[in-house]
């Protein structure tokens, strides 16, 4: 017997035309990789679920179980003790594996999955069989089978026989790296990490960039972001962020463009270099944090300005949601307490006290051809510093 083995189960492959045998790869090679950071595990893929064990003490199962908990791809991870398929095994394996949840639950029931046809009780009799057994042993905890408070699950498949409690949700979604890839435009803020956990959600493999205004904005600033980079590798595996020199540039709006436009164009220099950034990596879409009517920058007319200016789709997965529901996000994802911390962002540098809020696009555009748009935009992709969070 042995507890040391995780079972996920796998969700729907909803795209047409994504096909299984891609989604169970880069699921696998995303879970590999996220084990490999915790110990030694055997992984190995059957019957649309996932299975899990230790290979050597160096294999912290509870590490790896809140890991799992976090793979996009995944609707349940169970922790559970598997066994011989034997009836009268199975029963015991229940009886001392769920101990702790027998005593402390009023009822209960048995659910079997039998995927193993052999097994020669069906799947019926084996519940009653085990249920008849634990009613036995826990004489304190009846047997409901309408609203039970604890349902034992038994599942007999090809190698071995399981015993588990209930499932604890996965992290839903689609493996990353199953839809393409996109950048994602990451602040300090509360909302941007939250944005990139959407995308990344839907299978999109993410690069971070980040606009740094130094001296402007502080050193510590930047390791913020690193910071809240390495927090969301826990969901969208390893990363490259591209911290792009953005000073020179806000030195130039800030000398040559008028007061109230220097949000707008400040935006769309972000939105032209993450489109090089785009394109230098594959990436078919840029990601922002923006929420409706949340700030100067985010009418729809200065969004339309922002957008302008790439072709690329920009996905605002925040768009209609309440800041509350935002705040909610970030503290279950863990970013929220990193992104509170109180560095200045670059957009906070030189903002003007009143911002544009109904741009024209050609005013826009008019205003900014004072600077040498295409050179400050080189310049600044040159100057971009790598740093690789995760592994
Ligand atoms: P956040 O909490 O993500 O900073 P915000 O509500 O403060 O968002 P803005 O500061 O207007 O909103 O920024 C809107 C979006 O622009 C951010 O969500 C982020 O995607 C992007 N952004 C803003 N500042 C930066 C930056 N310094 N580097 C990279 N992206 C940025
Ligand atoms: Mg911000």
């Known amino acids: 017997m042995t507890n040391n083995i995780i079972l996920l189960k796998l969700g729907e492959i909803v795209l047409k035309g994504l096909n299984r045998r891609s989604f169970e790869q880069k699921l696998m090679s995303n879970i590999k990789r996220r084990l490999e950071r915790i110990g030694n595990f055997k992984t190995y893929l059957m019957q649309s679920t996932v299975y899990i064990e230790a290979l050597d003490e160096t294999g912290d199962i509870d590490a790896a179980f809140e890991a799992m908990t976090k793979v996009f791809g995944v609707v349940y991870v169970n922790r559970a003790a598997s066994c011989e398929k034997d009836a009268q095994k199975i029963a015991e394996l229940a009886i001392s594996y769920l101990r702790d949840d027998m005593l402390s639950a009023k009822s209960f029931k048995v659910e079997c999955k039998r995927s193993d046809k052999r097994f020669p009780l069906n799947s019926i009799e084996l519940a009653q069989f085990v249920g008849g057994e634990l009613a036995e042993a826990y ?80 050193e510590q600033a930047k390791q913020k972001v690193v910071e809240l980079a390495e927090l969301l590798t826990d969901y969208c595996g390893a990363m490259t962020i591209e911290v792009v020199p953005f000073t020179h540039i806000q030195e130039e709006i800030r000398d040559k463009c008028p007061e109230e436009y220097f949000t707008l164009i400040m935006r769309r220099f972000m939105m032209r270099i993450a489109q090089r950034i785009a394109a230098a990596n594959g990436a078919k879409a840029i ?105």
Do not use: W
């Open 287 to 391: 990601v922002t944090g923006e929420n409706l009517g949340q700030v100067a920058s985010q009418t729809m007319e200065a969004m339309a300005s922002t957008q302008a200016v790439t072709d690329l789709p920009v996905l605002q997965p925040l768009i209609g949601m309440d800041k509350e529901e935002i705040v909610r996000l970030a503290r279950k994802i863990g970013t929220f307490d990193t992104s509170i911390l109180p560095y200045e962002d670059c957009c906070t540098v030189f903002t003007p006290k009143h911002p544009k809020t109904k741009p024209k696009v050609y005013e826009v555009a008019a205003l900014e051809s004072v600077l040498d748009i295409d050179g400050l935009v080189n310049e600044a992709v040159e100057g971009i510093e790598r740093i690789k969070v995760g592994k």
């Open 139 to 218: 004489p304190d905890c009846t047997v409901d089978v309408h609203e039970p408070e604890l349902t034992v699950h038994v599942e007999i498949r090809d190698l071995a026989a399981y015993v588990h409690a209930a499932p604890t949700p996965g992290a839903g979604g689609m493996p990353v790296g199953c839809n393409g890839i996109a950048v994602t435009l990451l602040s300090g803020g509360i909302d941007s990490p939250v944005s990139t956990y959407m995308i990344a959600k839907r299978g999109v493999r993410l690069i971070p960039v980040h606009f740094f205004s130094f001296p402007y904005t502080s």
